[in-house]
């Protein structure tokens, strides 16, 4: 069972496109685990060099050279047969390449336009 629905903005839709063809099946196999894990897969990002990140999550692929940047936009209790879980809804808001801080201040840049 799935404990996460991944969504994407545009602009991460985006990103995730322009990704050569190796690292857009790295991502995806990294998104399905992401589905299957929720929130905990991911590392809280902070407020640092003046760019305030908390609430948001990173996660790494590629040698840990990219990052996938996403936070949660709700949880709802979910009822099966037997068990309750949260389900959550994660919302991809960035991918792309950690060099030089480059995802970091993309993100940052896109959290100021909203």
């Keep these: ?3 996460a629905d991944v969504k ?4 991460s839709k985006a990103d995730f496109n322009n990704l050569p ?3 857009k099946s790295e991502c995806s196999q990294l998104l399905r685990k992401l589905e299957q894990a929720g929130k ?3 590392i809280p990002l902070e407020n640092k060099n003046g760019k305030d990140l908390r609430g948001y999550y990173k996660l790494y ?8 940047i996403y936070s949660i936009v ?3 209790i979910e009822i099966t047969a037997v068990t309750e879980s949260l389900k959550e809804t994660l919302e991809i808001v ?3 390449a950690r060099n030089k801080g480059y995802i ?5 840049q896109r959290i100021k336009e909203e």
Excluded: E, P, Q, W
């Design 1 to 3: 069972m799935k404990r």
């Design 8 to 11: 994407f903005t545009s602009d």
């Design 21 to 23: 063809n190796d690292l």
């Design 40 to 42: 905990k897969l991911g």
């Design 61 to 68: 692929f590629n040698n840990a050279r990219h990052r996938v």
């Design 74 to 76: 709700d949880g709802k």
């Design 94 to 96: 960035g991918i792309g």
């Design 104 to 108: 970091y201040n993309l993100i940052h």
